[in-house]
């Protein structure tokens, strides 16, 4: 009996192009499943490295808080997770981690993209560092930029943030305006030859060269003034427009201006002292003011940055319409800053170290491999808790909900909360240079992440968190710099800063923790019409 054609059909087999079509869907469900597999492990493996980042803080404060003396008035010291387990800068660091039950050799880096690399960080950063400081005698080394190094770098970055427009002189930055930053910067450390900040820094020529070197100069010699003059009357404002962005490029010229018309006579006794007495004689006998020592320090860290990263800044041969050579960055600029930010952080703690334990420390850190640096970079100002820093920033512990914030856990005793709390919050009011509103900039930032709306503008900013039970962390100092120039337009009448909710009050300058909840912080800044508004979550638990 035949077959009809439909039972002739439903026999047949699939066709060459089913097949194939089958294939490739099957290809690409394969694909996506591998990505999201491997998107899987990254995240727990980073996941794992955050927790061992949270253990080590947590332990680094627990111990400061269970014996002040153990770090002092001016902490330093740092652990780097790596594949091998964590290694401690210092006996200090690691009988922290040692009290609090920390087995180094079995904490270890979990392998994900991102972390330092600790073989360069060793062989070509740190070592390159801790020979070439001229102010490193015998086993001690001088107090200077090497204390300061992680906000200089920070006013570095911010300097450059600010004037990627102004690439002018001999050469024409090629590329996006994020590539341009670290492309100025390596510009500098190229030209970081100078042993002194005066009289060796051309302010009014080359100043896409000259500009990360006049705001780390400007900081460094805010931090002498904060440490070494009692209060006088303005020294606030001295202080904000020195650490102030918009301040140190719109009068680079301050420091070394015989007249400094204008300023007291406290403020002008500072800047000579800061240029001309003596706090060290080195082997030679040379005397040296610690405007010497600072810049002596950042320029050798600026060295070894080029020394690291110069090879990602060339000529590409060619000129632009005004007949200026075209320079190129070649690199990846968030991985350029976060790389080169870790490598500066750790080798300021090791120069700070005596001898011994300097050379002890490089030795012991592993040739290869990827990790994490954790580094004590002083204390809070207002509770006084250790101010750590995490490199690479995305290490470092966050909230369950993922957000960008970066917090730490506070120092606490037993049965004291342990979950993450904001050590710092800071506004910054800024711009209205020759009373011109559109130029206004208002920022706040809570621990590593910002907000900045105005003239320029970006956001990264995170929650606030603070605890209704723990008094440690119930409140919660905000730092104001105000850095604006229109003679109208003032802090007291026109920057507002309130909360908005029940979970939190503001007032004095102090955020305070009321009950468990939610609330809002907000910043306004009004002028001539414009109105720049940031809000903040607060999380108080």
Request: with cysteine.
């Amino acid at each position: 009996m035949k077959q009809n054609s439909s039972q002739k059909r439903k026999t047949k087999g699939f066709t060459l192009v089913e097949l194939i079509v089958v294939i490739a869907i099957l290809a690409i469900l394969a694909g996506v499943g591998a990505v999201a597999y491997t998107g899987y492990i990254e995240h727990t493996k980073k996941g794992l490295d955050r927790q061992t980042v949270g253990e080590i803080i947590h332990a680094l404060q627990l111990a400061d808080y269970s014996d002040p003396t153990l770090f002092g008035d001016n902490p330093h010291g740092s652990a780097l997770i790596h594949q091998s387990g964590v290694t401690s800068s210092d006996d200090k660091v690691g009988k922290a981690l040692a009290d609090a039950g920390i087995s180094t050799a079995s904490l270890n880096y979990a392998d994900w993209p991102g972390g330092m690399d600790v073989g360069q960080f060793k062989a070509v950063v740190l070592q390159s560092i801790a020979d070439n400081l001229s102010f490193v005698d015998g086993s001690t080394v001088r107090i200077g930029y090497a204390d300061i190094a992680d906000e200089c770098w920070a006013a570095v970055k911010a300097a450059t943030d600010q004037m990627t427009t102004l690439a002018g002189g001999d050469i024409n930055m090629s590329g996006d305006p994020e590539k341009l930053m670290p492309g100025l910067v390596l510009l500098a450390a190229k030209n970081s030859t100078s042993t002194d900040w005066t009289g060796t820094i051309d302010h009014t020529q080359n100043l896409t060269q000259n500009l990360p070197t006049i705001a780390a100069r400007n900081y460094a010699f805010a931090a002498y003034l904060e440490s070494n003059y009692g209060d006088y009357e303005g020294k606030d404002e001295d202080l904000a427009k020195l650490r102030s962005i918009q301040g140190a490029l719109l009068d680079p010229t301050e420091l070394v201006d015989s007249n400094l018309s204008g300023a007291s006579e406290t403020y002008k006794q500072a800047v000579q002292d800061y240029l001309s007495d003596i706090v060290y004689t080195d082997s030679t006998g040379a005397a040296r003011s610690q405007a010497w020592v600072d810049a002596q320090g950042y320029n050798t860290f600026m060295k070894a940055v080029d020394q690291q990263y110069g090879s990602l800044l060339h000529d590409t041969g060619n000129k632009d319409s005004s007949g200026r050579n075209i320079l190129e960055f070649t690199g990846d600029p968030e991985m350029f800053w976060n790389e080169a930010g870790s490598f500066i952080s750790g080798a300021a703690q090791a120069v700070n170290m005596d001898q011994a334990s300097r050379e002890a420390y490089i030795n012991s850190l592993p040739t290869s491999g990827k990790g994490i640096l954790v580094s004590i970079t002083g204390r809070n100002p207002v509770d006084g808790t250790l101010n750590i820093s995490v490199k690479p920033p995305e290490a470092k512990p966050t909230d369950s909900s993922n957000t960008s914030s970066s917090t730490t856990p506070g120092p606490g005793t037993e049965g004291a909360c342990s979950q993450p709390h904001t050590s710092k919050v800071s506004i910054t009011a800024g711009g209205g240079r020759n009373n011109n509103a559109s130029t206004l900039t208002l920022t706040v930032a809570v621990d590593d992440t910002k907000k900045q709306v105005g003239s320029r503008q970006y956001d990264d900013l995170g929650s606030i968190y603070l605890c209704s039970s723990d008094e440690a962390h119930k409140t919660l100092g905000v730092t104001i710099t105000w850095s604006v120039f229109a003679d109208d337009c003032t802090q007291a009448d026109n920057l507002t800063i309130s909360v908005e909710g029940e979970a939190a009050t503001y007032g004095n300058g102090t955020l305070t923790a009321v009950k468990t909840g939610t609330a809002t912080l907000k910043v306004k800044l009004s002028y001539s019409g414009v109105n720049l508004e940031i809000d903040v979550p607060i999380e108080v638990h």
